[in-house]
């Protein structure tokens, strides 16, 4: 449903479009395997959004023209809100794209107006209700703290997690409809793994970029030196068990680069990575090669914990 | 100019060079805002917004603060040349921290678009917007043994397997600037 607090969507069954973006079907499926697993086991019902396209990314119509952006934004939203309901997405970037394009449009009359006029021609309208909400946001608000907790079958309990809300989580928090009290200290990936009995604690880089996107098909070395310092200030700060981000561009980063720096002798440890929906997947007791298959830094030693010590 | 009859007239390079350096000040400040940094005035080069920025962090040369300094003095061959926008990763630190509201992600795309409408851009740049308007996706692939593995249908429910929303997303490409500049091959 399109609402504009989440006390109204509580009063219903719980139904989003799940926008899958580009990134999560091709290269990372686990992720989207595993929001296909744990939302209709916490009664959140989701919608393909049959038809959906790419948000479109930052390197595709936002380096173009922006009322291009927002028209094929605009066309996605459509989707949802021809349907009466927000859509969903685990991948920064597509949170980022479509609710920036949302807030141009209903901030500039002109915009809208000339995207309803391209919009016209494939007899669509946009009105500007449904957004993009992300997933982490509807299981941290929507969902509930207390149902995760319960809806588990194994804990994290000892291990300790390194957050990474990723960018487009939090800025600019003007566009987007859930907001952190604090955008540049955020608390909600946090509370999100401590809820499944790990400690996630704060450390310095927490909020530092991981270097993914244009950085890095424009200049992987300095991208990789980026990722490189987060890496490491995760490692010598808390010394955690996994990375868990919100961000599918984050978690292909974090896992992928990390591989390449250790391969040229840059860094000696390996820290597995994963998106937050996989997590609570692997938690839930789904199976591990589903949601969570896929990746270059190996998982199977964490997997094998918890599957292992953590049953409740 | 005044010519008299039997004069060759004589040419004020200094007044010709100030008048066409305020036409060319006046044209990127103003392309820049018409191209999406509608706040740019707004900015007094505080530098807040470099302080949290990931490419002035690893040494990029037009950071954003920079940036804007630049298109303010009316700089452009210069910046034309740089290929600084196209690192940016569009993270909004900068409006979020921004204390005049100037959004200087935004200035950086404005550049971005610029340097699309003088084509002073590499292939690489439009890539995606060739794989969006072919595919409806911009990172696309057609190895589908991930999504197989992982237990899902080969094609996810998008564009991808779906023809009429792929012709929906390439009648909106054709009638936006992407279609306008001939950026890409439309059939």
């Known amino acids: 449903m399109i609402s504009e607090t989440v006390s109204e969507t509580l009063k219903e069954k719980l139904k989003f479009g799940l926008f899958l973006g580009c990134n999560i079907p091709f290269n990372r499926p686990d992720v989207e395997q595993a929001m296909r697993k744990i939302f209709p086991a916490l009664n959140v019902e989701i919608d393909d959004l049959v038809g959906q396209s790419c948000c479109p990314s930052w390197g595709t119509m936002p380096s173009v023209d922006v009322v291009g952006w927002c028209a094929v934004a605009a066309r996605n939203l459509c989707l949802g809100e021809e349907k009466g309901i927000d859509l969903m997405a685990a991948c920064n970037s597509c949170y980022g794209s479509l609710n920036e394009a949302r807030h141009k449009m209903l901030n500039n009359p002109e915009i809208m107006n000339k995207v309803n006029e391209i919009l016209a021609k494939i007899g669509k309208k946009y009105e500007g209700k449904a957004k993009c909400r992300h997933v982490a946001w509807v299981l941290y608000r929507d969902v509930g703290l207390e149902k995760i907790k319960e809806s588990i079958k194994y804990s994290l309990d000892g291990l300790t997690i390194a957050v990474q809300p990723g960018c487009h989580f939090l800025w600019p928090s003007e566009v987007y409809p859930d907001k952190e009290e604090d955008p540049f200290n955020p608390k909600v990936l946090r509370e999100l793994c401590k809820a499944l009995g790990a400690d996630a604690p704060y450390y310095t880089k927490l909020i530092d970029c991981c270097g993914m996107g244009a950085l890095r098909s424009t200049n992987p070395e300095k991208s990789f030196t980026l990722v490189k310092e987060k890496l490491e200030c995760i490692k010598e700060e808390i010394d955690a068990d996994l990375i868990v981000t919100t961000c599918s561009s984050c978690l292909i980063q974090l896992d992928d680069a990390q591989e390449r720096l250790r391969k040229e002798g840059k860094i000696s440890f390996s820290i597995p990575v994963l998106h937050y929906v996989q997590l609570l997947a692997l938690c839930m007791g789904f199976d591990p090669q589903q949601v969570a298959g896929i990746c270059v830094t190996p998982r199977d030693e964490i997997i094998k914990r918890i599957l292992e010590s953590g049953k409740r | ?187």
Request: aromatic content about 6%; charged content about 30%; proline content about 5%.
């Open chain 2, 1 to 187: 100019m005044e010519v008299m009859e039997g004069v060759p007239p004589v040419i004020n390079l200094t007044e010709v060079a100030r008048t066409e350096k305020e036409e060319f000040e006046k044209k990127v400040s103003e392309l820049i805002i018409e191209f999406g940094a509608e706040n740019l005035l707004a900015c007094m080069q505080c530098g807040a917004c470099a302080s949290i920025c990931p490419l002035a962090r690893v040494g990029f040369e037009w950071y954003n603060k920079k940036l804007i300094k630049a298109i303010l003095i009316g700089m452009k061959e210069e910046l034309l040349d740089d290929s600084t926008p196209w690192a940016c990763v569009a993270c909004n630190r900068c409006t979020e921290i921004c204390p005049r509201q100037v959004s200087p992600f935004e200035v950086m795309f404005a550049m971005r678009r610029l340097m699309v409408e003088e084509l002073a851009i590499s292939t690489l740049a439009i890539e995606g917007d060739r794989s969006l308007y072919e595919h409806g996706h911009a990172v696309y692939m057609t190895g589908r043994e991930a999504r197989k593995k992982v237990g899902l249908p080969e094609k996810p429910p998008t564009t991808d397997s779906d023809e009429k929303a792929l012709q929906e997303l390439r009648t909106i490409l054709k009638n936006t600037k992407l279609a306008e500049l001939g950026l890409i091959p439309m059939e």
